[in-house]
């Protein structure tokens, strides 16, 4: 059936008088605490959440042998999550529409010192129209508007003419696997949408990214004789100069990277953690970066990697301290290419359309220099991946928040776009 | 009495009778893990030591107050040393010479990954001429040789004619203090002396030491929005910059000081720990750095600490990061002056002859540019303080080791020295 303007009335409304329950949902998310490793139980709580509105439900493990066989996966480490992929499947009696994918995932990064923070960063708190907490935009509000956007479309007796697959997933911090098993576990779709807090609007390409960890250990003596030791801290410090040179290399090359060539900086490098030495008068013997690196859509990340290992090595000829002591460098986190959204597709103008009824103003795409789950629906599955979403401040930050009007409006055009996409008809009977 | 040719011959014997069981105590002494705080069963068991020798003992903790009075005190933290000082003391009946105080400090430095070392740090082995083991040079060769020192002297029926106190401190190797609270706790005598592990050579000049955090903070932010936000970790690596061009000045000014003009970089900033950080995809909002930088004698060690200061503070002025986030500096132990041993003393003249007793060559002195606790007795009791003992390698390092034949000759000469300087007499009979 067409959406009559009625029906898209009625959905907007429909989206309005859930949005209390969705807000409730959103901080029951945010309250879990789920980090890296630690999604056991929120996932747990999306799979009932899940099963209460009848859906199907599918919840599997990954296969890291498989995932090392694919070249979208990352390396296995300690520090790899074990918790299962969930995903709710909504199967219409007959197929009458395209197929959807709605992602999310639940993993969030590490809150940091809790003193930067306002409030407790695991308990949701609401002021004005923000909700602040870590995970609150990314992206635990996209879980419940993936969940609540379909629960609109209910609540006026309707629901989509074709499969929708609700796949809630971790690892998208650290490596991308957990979207790269669902790919692997076969779902497949006519189109994905990922409401990541992406200010309302559409990514219309992003940077694959690579986590790499460098090691340099060596000779400590007493700090009296620090002439003859050497500093691994020190030593760790001019390899990251080493990498700020490959980095400004590779932003360099911006120009031959359409979507990229106006952004100041796409290729950003980061030193994100750093430890090294045991003792003030004792030279370091030993140093640890965790270091993230973009790489431009169309770059093989192996190749990259390569480039990344080489400039290590040739720095460490030339250095008379890491000539005899080379760094150890490890690559064990994302491994993964970005991609582009080719501009043109029916997914997109559906989409845009929808924004539009929602929100009142045309949709606008943008690049994001970060990584994306969307990518192994754009890479591998070779879909339309939408990765679109509400206003947020202060992602990865303290202070955490999402805009709940931008979200409540982010839903309902999630639910039209649904509606366009799949189709609508009155609820199967059971 | 004098000492006779014979009886320097049988103090030489007496040395070598006992040097089986020297060896197996400073083993012992290896075997306990006195890291900072961990100190309370060796200086336990040292106290028995000297309990089954018949010294007279002192057993006391250390006093916060009065050592933060003392301008020689390095402040308190929480990874502050509890154990306490112990003092063995021979009075004999009647004092007929100079008094001694023979010191040595049991606290050391940690040994930092297991697998750079050969074998377990904590368990003394013997390959050849080397005991191996953190702590077998600095300074647990010391300590026992301070004891068997006077054991030798005692199995051929001597003593020394005058009060020797045998010192056993903590905290050396990070505030100084152990050595402080025995100046406090009113120790006095004519001379001390330190057997740290010198090269068999005399200490002519040391420098002080300071030790201090700086701490960094500020906003993180998604990696992706990098030129938002700032990067702790850089921007404290920025301030190692500037401590490095203090470091610099200062060594510029080495020929201003005779006994330190020589060498070619008597002042040695450390940057000995880093931590910063939680995730390699979020920019790090934190980093605090332990640095050591040592100071010339007859350099005031608070003007020191502000000159670290205003070098940070006037760095960060110009900084656009900095500004706005200022570094938090902490003084937070080390806080303490060098010394410089005057030519000419009895004490060096003494112990010159001792030595070449025992090895055969002139007494060497050379000028060492890190802590050692001789200041307290050098700069506050105001008495020759000689830091002067055996042969090492790798000190503060992997596979630390003493060269037990050094370690034999040094105590020889450590008890001739006692003997000449304190007199010997038959012991008395109780």
Redesign the interface.
Known sequence: MTLTAQMRDDIVRSVEDGFAAQVEFTGALVGFRSNRGEEHTIQDFIYRALGDRGYARDRFAMDPEAIARHPGGAPWSDTHSEAPIVVGIHRPRAEAGRSLILQSHLDV??A??RA?WASDPYVARIEGDWMFGRGAA?MKAGAAANIFALDALRRIGLEPASTVYIQSVVEE??TGNGALMTHLRGYQADAVLIPEPEDEMLVRANTG?L?FRVEV?G??????E??S?T?A??AA?RL?GALRELEARWNAKKADHPHFADL??PI?L??????????????????AI???IAIYPGTDAGAAASEIRDCLAQFSRADPYLSNNPPVVTFD??HAEGYVLEAGSEAEAVLGRAHEEAIGTPLQSFT????LDTRVYALYDRIPALCYGPISR?????DECVSLSSVQRITTAMALFIAHWCGVKPIDKA
Do not use: K, Q
Request: hydrophobic share 30%; charged share 15%.
């Open positions: 990064v590490p940091g010192p930067m990314d911090e650290s990214v986590w250990s000779l400590p003596v007493h700090v009296r620090m002439g030791g500093n801290i020190d410090y990251v100041d900086h950003n980061n030193v994100g953690r750093i430890e090294g030495g045991d003792w003030a008068s004792s030279v370091p013997c030993w140093c965790d270091c993230r986190g994302f994001t220099p970060g990584y202060n992602i990865h930050g303290f």
